[in-house]
C-alpha cells in the first residue's frame, strides 16, 4: 500500500468536500438559511452544557430538550469549536463529515486500483442523497460510509467493523 496515494485521496476528498460545502467552507463565520442551523451551531457551542440530551445554555436553568442525530458531526463540532467559533465549528465539522464519507469508503474498497478509489470517493461524496441532504441543511442523513461499513462487513463476517458501522448509522438519522 502507497502512502502517498492516500494523503493524495485524503486531499481530494478535503477539496471535493469544500467545493460541495461551497461557500460554507471559505466563509465559515456565515449562518445558512437552514432552520435548524442555529440549534446545531448551539449545541456545538462550549457553553451549551453538558447534558446529552439538551442545551442547557436556553430556557435557563433547565435547558431545553433536544434528540441529536448528526451525532458525528456534533462530536467533530465539540472539538473544533474551542478553537473557533460555534457556526465555524459547526460548518467545519460537516465538511470533515463529509471528506470522511469519500476516503472512508475509498478506505472499504482498498483492493481496487487507485483510479477506481478515486471514483469511489468521488461517487461518495457526490451521490444524489448527499446533494439533496446538504441542499436542504439535513447533514444528518449523510452516511454513505456508515452504510457501506455495515454491508462489506456484514460480506466478509468482520463483525467489530459491522457493529462500529451499525453505531455511525444509528448515530447518523
Avoid at 2 to 24: D, E, F, K, Q
Wanted: positive net charge.
Amino acid at each position: 500500500m502507497n502512502y502517498r496515494h492516500w494523503i493524495l485521496l485524503l486531499i481530494w476528498s478535503l477539496v471535493l468536500a469544500a467545493i460541495v460545502r461551497w461557500p460554507c467552507i471559505p466563509y465559515v463565520n456565515a449562518a445558512t438559511l437552514d432552520p435548524n442551523f442555529g440549534l446545531h451551531a448551539l449545541s456545538a457551542a462550549p457553553y451549551s452544557g453538558t447534558h446529552p440530551f439538551r442545551i442547557e445554555s436556553l430556557n435557563y436553568p433547565d435547558g431545553i430538550p433536544a434528540q441529536f442525530i448528526a451525532i458525528p458531526t456534533l462530536i467533530l463540532a465539540k472539538l473544533i469549536a474551542p478553537l473557533w467559533n460555534a457556526v465555524a465549528a459547526t460548518h467545519i465539522s460537516v465538511w470533515l463529515w463529509l471528506a470522511l464519507q469519500g476516503i472512508g469508503t475509498a478506505l472499504l474498497f482498498s483492493n481496487q486500483p487507485q483510479r477506481n478509489r478515486y471514483l469511489i470517493s468521488t461517487a461518495a461524496i457526490l451521490n444524489p442523497i448527499h446533494m439533496v441532504a446538504l441542499g436542504n441543511g439535513q447533514w444528518e442523513n449523510v452516511a454513505i460510509f456508515p452504510i457501506l461499513m455495515v454491508a462489506t462487513a456484514l460480506k466478509a463476517g468482520r463483525w467489530a467493523r459491522f457493529i462500529i458501522g451499525l453505531i455511525l448509522c444509528a448515530a447518523c438519522s
